[in-house]
Protein backbone atom coordinates (compact mmCIF):
# COMPACT_ATOMS: atom_id res chain seq x y z
CA UNK A 1 0.00 0.00 0.00
CA UNK A 2 3.09 2.48 0.58
CA UNK A 3 4.49 1.69 -2.38
CA UNK A 4 1.22 2.57 -4.45
CA UNK A 5 0.54 5.89 -2.53
CA UNK A 6 4.29 6.66 -3.76
CA UNK A 7 3.98 6.05 -7.24
CA UNK A 8 0.64 8.27 -7.00
CA UNK A 9 2.45 10.68 -5.12
CA UNK A 10 5.35 10.92 -7.57
CA UNK A 11 3.60 11.40 -11.35
CA UNK A 12 7.61 11.23 -12.34
CA UNK A 13 7.62 7.60 -10.99
CA UNK A 14 8.71 4.47 -13.38
CA UNK A 15 6.20 4.10 -15.95
CA UNK A 16 4.55 7.33 -15.73
CA UNK A 17 4.18 8.84 -19.00
CA UNK A 18 6.38 12.11 -20.15
CA UNK A 19 3.76 14.97 -19.99
CA UNK A 20 4.62 18.14 -22.14
CA UNK A 21 2.57 20.34 -20.06
CA UNK A 22 4.61 19.94 -16.44
CA UNK A 23 7.30 21.21 -19.39
CA UNK A 24 6.43 24.43 -20.69
CA UNK A 25 9.55 26.00 -21.78
CA UNK A 26 9.90 22.51 -23.90
CA UNK A 27 7.57 24.36 -26.97
CA UNK A 28 10.56 27.40 -26.52
CA UNK A 29 13.04 24.96 -28.14
CA UNK A 30 11.93 25.27 -31.41
CA UNK A 31 11.45 28.48 -32.26
CA UNK A 32 14.73 29.58 -29.99
CA UNK A 33 16.90 26.63 -32.55
CA UNK A 34 14.92 28.10 -35.43
CA UNK A 35 16.54 31.64 -34.97
CA UNK A 36 19.63 30.97 -33.94
CA UNK A 37 20.10 28.93 -37.31
CA UNK A 38 19.05 32.31 -38.75
CA UNK A 39 20.91 34.54 -37.03
CA UNK A 40 24.60 32.47 -37.49
CA UNK A 41 23.02 31.65 -41.78
CA UNK A 42 22.97 35.80 -42.34
CA UNK A 43 26.25 36.38 -39.47
CA UNK A 44 27.97 33.72 -42.38
CA UNK A 45 26.49 35.23 -45.30
CA UNK A 46 24.90 31.87 -46.82
CA UNK A 47 21.50 34.42 -46.49
CA UNK A 48 21.16 38.09 -46.98
CA UNK A 49 20.73 40.12 -44.60
CA UNK A 50 19.20 43.18 -46.38
CA UNK A 51 15.87 41.67 -47.38
CA UNK A 52 15.96 39.31 -44.72
CA UNK A 53 17.01 40.82 -41.46
CA UNK A 54 18.67 38.55 -38.60
CA UNK A 55 16.49 37.99 -35.32
CA UNK A 56 18.98 40.38 -33.90
CA UNK A 57 18.36 43.05 -35.97
CA UNK A 58 14.22 42.42 -35.69
CA UNK A 59 14.86 42.34 -31.62
CA UNK A 60 16.34 45.75 -31.99
CA UNK A 61 13.45 47.06 -34.12
CA UNK A 62 11.02 45.54 -30.74
CA UNK A 63 12.89 47.25 -28.71
CA UNK A 64 13.73 50.64 -30.17
CA UNK A 65 9.66 50.77 -30.59
CA UNK A 66 8.88 49.27 -27.24
CA UNK A 67 11.30 52.31 -26.14
CA UNK A 68 9.73 55.33 -27.98
CA UNK A 69 6.04 54.20 -26.56
CA UNK A 70 4.86 53.21 -29.96
CA UNK A 71 4.50 49.71 -29.33
CA UNK A 72 2.21 49.89 -26.80
CA UNK A 73 0.54 52.41 -28.80
CA UNK A 74 -0.19 50.31 -31.70
CA UNK A 75 -0.74 46.52 -29.80
CA UNK A 76 -3.25 48.60 -28.06
CA UNK A 77 -5.27 49.73 -30.97
CA UNK A 78 -5.26 46.14 -32.51
CA UNK A 79 -6.16 44.47 -29.54
CA UNK A 80 -8.84 47.05 -28.87
CA UNK A 81 -9.86 46.37 -32.48
CA UNK A 82 -9.87 42.78 -31.95
CA UNK A 83 -11.42 42.78 -28.38
CA UNK A 84 -14.26 43.93 -29.10
CA UNK A 85 -14.47 42.67 -33.10
CA UNK A 86 -14.18 38.93 -31.33
CA UNK A 87 -16.87 40.00 -28.80
CA UNK A 88 -19.89 40.92 -30.80
CA UNK A 89 -18.72 38.01 -33.54
CA UNK A 90 -18.60 35.47 -31.30
CA UNK A 91 -21.73 36.50 -28.97
CA UNK A 92 -23.65 36.67 -32.31
CA UNK A 93 -22.53 33.26 -33.51
CA UNK A 94 -23.25 31.50 -30.60
CA UNK A 95 -26.22 32.74 -30.21
CA UNK A 96 -27.91 32.13 -33.75
CA UNK A 97 -25.67 28.89 -33.68
CA UNK A 98 -27.38 27.71 -30.89
CA UNK A 99 -30.89 28.56 -31.88
CA UNK A 100 -30.58 27.16 -35.33
CA UNK A 101 -28.95 23.71 -33.71
CA UNK A 102 -32.04 24.02 -31.08
CA UNK A 103 -34.70 24.86 -33.39
CA UNK A 104 -35.41 22.03 -36.57
CA UNK A 105 -37.46 25.25 -37.67
CA UNK A 106 -35.05 28.07 -37.15
CA UNK A 107 -32.67 25.54 -38.85
CA UNK A 108 -34.82 25.47 -41.98
CA UNK A 109 -35.67 29.11 -41.63
CA UNK A 110 -32.16 30.49 -41.43
CA UNK A 111 -29.26 27.80 -42.11
CA UNK A 112 -29.17 28.46 -45.97
CA UNK A 113 -29.32 31.67 -45.87
CA UNK A 114 -25.92 32.14 -43.19
CA UNK A 115 -24.83 29.03 -45.48
CA UNK A 116 -24.58 31.19 -48.37
CA UNK A 117 -23.22 33.90 -46.51
CA UNK A 118 -20.45 32.46 -45.00
CA UNK A 119 -19.64 31.38 -49.03
CA UNK A 120 -18.73 35.03 -49.88
CA UNK A 121 -15.10 36.01 -48.95
CA UNK A 122 -15.45 38.38 -45.72
CA UNK A 123 -12.61 40.84 -47.54
CA UNK A 124 -15.77 41.52 -49.66
CA UNK A 125 -17.45 43.14 -47.40
CA UNK A 126 -14.82 46.47 -47.30
CA UNK A 127 -16.10 48.40 -49.74
CA UNK A 128 -19.71 48.05 -48.30
CA UNK A 129 -18.54 48.46 -44.77
CA UNK A 130 -16.55 51.85 -46.29
CA UNK A 131 -19.41 53.12 -47.71
CA UNK A 132 -21.72 52.43 -44.57
CA UNK A 133 -18.86 53.19 -41.52
CA UNK A 134 -16.55 55.52 -43.72
CA UNK A 135 -13.01 54.41 -42.77
CA UNK A 136 -12.69 54.80 -39.40
CA UNK A 137 -12.99 52.44 -36.42
CA UNK A 138 -16.29 51.15 -37.17
CA UNK A 139 -15.87 49.56 -40.56
CA UNK A 140 -12.61 47.64 -39.00
CA UNK A 141 -14.87 46.19 -36.23
CA UNK A 142 -17.48 44.79 -38.56
CA UNK A 143 -14.59 43.34 -41.21
CA UNK A 144 -13.40 41.48 -38.06
CA UNK A 145 -16.88 40.49 -36.47
CA UNK A 146 -17.52 39.09 -39.96
CA UNK A 147 -14.67 37.29 -39.84
CA UNK A 148 -15.31 35.76 -36.35
CA UNK A 149 -19.21 35.05 -36.52
CA UNK A 150 -18.95 32.21 -39.04
CA UNK A 151 -16.38 29.64 -37.73
CA UNK A 152 -18.23 30.42 -34.18
CA UNK A 153 -22.15 30.01 -35.45
CA UNK A 154 -20.84 26.72 -37.57
CA UNK A 155 -18.98 25.35 -34.38
CA UNK A 156 -22.02 25.76 -32.26
CA UNK A 157 -24.18 25.01 -34.49
CA UNK A 158 -22.73 21.50 -35.39
CA UNK A 159 -22.03 20.99 -31.83
CA UNK A 160 -25.77 21.48 -30.84
CA UNK A 161 -27.10 19.01 -33.63
CA UNK A 162 -24.39 16.57 -32.80
CA UNK A 163 -25.55 16.13 -29.38
CA UNK A 164 -26.72 12.23 -28.89
CA UNK A 165 -29.79 11.41 -28.72
CA UNK A 166 -29.57 8.91 -26.35
CA UNK A 167 -28.21 11.52 -23.79
CA UNK A 168 -31.06 13.82 -24.44
CA UNK A 169 -33.58 10.85 -23.83
CA UNK A 170 -32.02 9.95 -20.38
CA UNK A 171 -32.71 13.58 -19.31
CA UNK A 172 -36.65 13.46 -20.35
CA UNK A 173 -36.46 10.38 -18.79
CA UNK A 174 -35.51 11.64 -15.55
CA UNK A 175 -38.09 14.79 -16.19
CA UNK A 176 -35.56 17.17 -16.71
CA UNK A 177 -36.91 20.34 -17.09
CA UNK A 178 -35.90 22.44 -20.32
CA UNK A 179 -33.54 24.56 -18.62
CA UNK A 180 -32.65 21.74 -16.58
CA UNK A 181 -32.09 20.28 -19.99
CA UNK A 182 -29.94 22.43 -21.61
CA UNK A 183 -27.91 23.28 -18.20
CA UNK A 184 -27.07 19.15 -16.95
CA UNK A 185 -27.06 17.61 -20.83
CA UNK A 186 -26.76 20.47 -23.69
CA UNK A 187 -24.44 22.90 -22.40
CA UNK A 188 -21.69 20.09 -20.83
CA UNK A 189 -21.89 18.18 -24.60
CA UNK A 190 -21.69 21.17 -26.48
CA UNK A 191 -18.90 23.13 -24.27
CA UNK A 192 -15.76 21.07 -25.77
CA UNK A 193 -17.09 22.12 -29.19
CA UNK A 194 -18.00 25.84 -28.11
CA UNK A 195 -14.50 26.33 -27.07
CA UNK A 196 -12.41 24.59 -30.11
CA UNK A 197 -15.06 27.36 -32.34
CA UNK A 198 -14.10 30.82 -30.27
CA UNK A 199 -10.49 29.15 -30.92
CA UNK A 200 -10.59 28.87 -34.10
CA UNK A 201 -12.93 32.46 -34.09
CA UNK A 202 -9.85 34.02 -32.17
CA UNK A 203 -7.30 32.54 -34.97
CA UNK A 204 -9.30 34.18 -37.72
CA UNK A 205 -9.81 37.40 -35.73
CA UNK A 206 -5.75 38.52 -36.02
CA UNK A 207 -6.08 37.57 -39.79
CA UNK A 208 -9.02 39.71 -40.27
CA UNK A 209 -7.47 42.92 -38.05
CA UNK A 210 -4.71 43.00 -40.12
CA UNK A 211 -6.75 43.85 -43.50
CA UNK A 212 -9.05 45.97 -41.46
CA UNK A 213 -6.16 47.74 -40.47
CA UNK A 214 -4.95 48.01 -44.43
CA UNK A 215 -8.20 50.36 -44.37
CA UNK A 216 -6.69 53.80 -43.53
CA UNK A 217 -5.51 53.12 -40.40
CA UNK A 218 -3.03 55.26 -38.49
CA UNK A 219 -2.34 53.17 -35.62
CA UNK A 220 -1.79 48.87 -34.97
CA UNK A 221 0.34 46.07 -35.87
CA UNK A 222 -1.48 46.37 -39.98
CA UNK A 223 -0.40 49.78 -39.93
CA UNK A 224 3.36 49.09 -38.82
CA UNK A 225 3.50 46.09 -41.53
CA UNK A 226 2.09 48.83 -44.15
CA UNK A 227 4.59 51.65 -42.68
CA UNK A 228 7.09 49.12 -43.15
CA UNK A 229 6.65 47.91 -46.65
CA UNK A 230 5.95 51.87 -47.57
CA UNK A 231 9.81 52.96 -45.96
CA UNK A 232 11.76 49.93 -47.32
CA UNK A 233 12.33 48.34 -43.80
CA UNK A 234 11.81 44.63 -43.61
CA UNK A 235 13.33 44.72 -40.08
CA UNK A 236 10.03 46.33 -38.65
CA UNK A 237 7.57 44.41 -40.76
CA UNK A 238 9.61 41.03 -39.53
CA UNK A 239 8.78 42.55 -35.79
CA UNK A 240 5.74 43.79 -36.47
CA UNK A 241 4.89 40.10 -37.63
CA UNK A 242 6.54 38.28 -34.27
CA UNK A 243 4.54 40.89 -32.13
CA UNK A 244 1.58 39.85 -33.96
CA UNK A 245 2.64 35.72 -33.37
CA UNK A 246 3.47 36.75 -29.46
CA UNK A 247 0.49 38.56 -28.83
CA UNK A 248 -1.65 36.01 -30.94
CA UNK A 249 -0.64 33.25 -29.04
CA UNK A 250 -0.81 35.05 -25.60
CA UNK A 251 -5.01 35.83 -26.33
CA UNK A 252 -5.54 32.26 -27.10
CA UNK A 253 -3.76 30.63 -23.79
CA UNK A 254 -5.79 33.24 -22.12
CA UNK A 255 -9.01 31.81 -23.83
CA UNK A 256 -7.55 28.39 -22.90
CA UNK A 257 -6.60 28.89 -19.22
CA UNK A 258 -9.96 30.75 -18.63
CA UNK A 259 -11.96 27.81 -20.16
CA UNK A 260 -10.10 25.39 -18.44
CA UNK A 261 -11.72 25.18 -15.63
CA UNK A 262 -15.40 24.32 -17.71
CA UNK A 263 -13.81 21.27 -18.44
CA UNK A 264 -11.78 19.71 -15.33
CA UNK A 265 -15.04 16.62 -15.61
CA UNK A 266 -13.58 15.18 -19.16
CA UNK A 267 -11.53 12.46 -19.30
CA UNK A 268 -9.76 12.21 -22.64
CA UNK A 269 -7.15 10.50 -23.66
CA UNK A 270 -5.10 13.70 -23.92
CA UNK A 271 -5.52 14.61 -20.37
CA UNK A 272 -2.13 13.30 -18.93
CA UNK A 273 0.16 14.63 -21.75
Do not use: C
Not at 142 to 171: H, N, Q, S
Request: no cysteine; proline share 5%; charged share 15%.
Amino acid sequence: MAQYRNSKADPAGPGFAFRSSDYPIVGFLFPVALFAAWEILVHEGIIGGRLMPPPSKILYAVYTLAASGDLSTHVGATLRRVAIGFAFGSLTGTVLGALTGYSKLLARLLDPTLQALRAIPSIAWVPLFILWFGIFEGSKVALIAVGVFFPVYLGVYGAVTGVDRRIVEVGRVFRLSGFELIRLILLPAVLPDFILALRAGLGLVWMFVVAAEFMGASEGLGYLLVDGQQLGKPDQILAAILIFAVVGKATDSLLLITTARFLRWRDSHTSGI
